[in-house]
């Protein structure tokens, strides 16, 4: 395994169609043109592969979640670590990731508690969730 500096895209370039798996968590929120790195995440997987993504909810309890909480009141997080209007609605992400030839599997609501320090995976999609998205192989 390497490390590199390089972006998605760029990588995608590179070496498309070369994982079985591609994971873009917790990223999507802080990029420019997170469309474009959803449309390179599926460039990189092989046909039959799977992507999942990882962010965070656009609506007024996800920017208090997440920067009220997370940042001023709990500091789980540097302040200005968010910036609300940099948050995905769910219907935003599938839609980038159809149009980038992935089929929604599951979805799932990610939360955090603080005082266990654990997260768990449940339906309520409101703050944090994950998407496990398919790329059909040809037939």
Known sequence: MSYQTISAEALADIEAGTYDVVTCMEMLEHVPQPELVVQACARLVKPGGWVFFSTINRNPLSGLVAILGGEYLLRLLP???????????????????????????????LGYNPLTKQFRLHNFLGVGYLLAMHRSAPN
């Open 79 to 109: 302040k200005g670590t968010h910036t609300y209007r940099s948050f995905i609605k769910p219907q935003e992400l599938k839609a980038w990731a159809n149009e980038a030839g992935l089929e929604l599997k599951d979805q799932r609501g």
